[in-house]
């Protein structure tokens, strides 16, 4: 049986889910927190990168700001694609106000700005605010 590499968004354990049990909400065998969650997972700089190298499935990084009219104006659609895709990629936010060393280390310089990360490298990038239907179109060509 094959196997995926799920962290847990709360406290960061790295799960081993068998693929068939993806659909079944799988949850973290030490706290108990869905590890496949229909909507996006906020992270921050401490837990960024064991995020996203630990993550079997690709992970969509939604970096925002609160300032950004347009990222509010996406924040419902991303949280529809993460629903959508919901056992395919995981998808994430990370407020670039709030957390600066990581979009920094990226050099995100606009916002909103997705990151396609897969096992720790970025996979691909696109700025600027979309609806939920191209989001997904637009990650399920790097799947």
């Known amino acids: 049986m094959e196997k995926i590499h799920a962290v847990c968004p709360n406290c960061q354990t790295v799960n081993a ?14 706290c108990a927190t869905p590890l496949l969650p229909a909507n996006p997972i906020d992270l921050t700089d401490q837990t960024f990168d064991r995020f996203i190298s630990r993550s079997t499935l690709p992970v969509l990084v939604d970096f925002w700001a609160p300032w950004c009219g347009p990222c509010k104006m996406m924040g419902p659609a991303f949280a529809q694609a993460a629903a959508a895709l919901l056992g395919q990629a995981v998808l994430a936010k990370m407020d670039t106000e709030a957390q600066r060393a990581v979009p920094s ?39």
């Open 105 to 143: 280390r990226f050099a995100i310089q606009s916002v909103p700005s997705l990151v396609l990360f897969r096992q720790g490298r970025e996979v691909a990038r696109m700025s600027g605010a979309m609806p939920a239907g191209q989001i997904q179109n637009w990650i399920r060509q790097y799947l």
């Open 17 to 30: 889910v068998l693929t068939d049990r993806i659909r079944q909400h799988p949850v973290c065998a030490k």
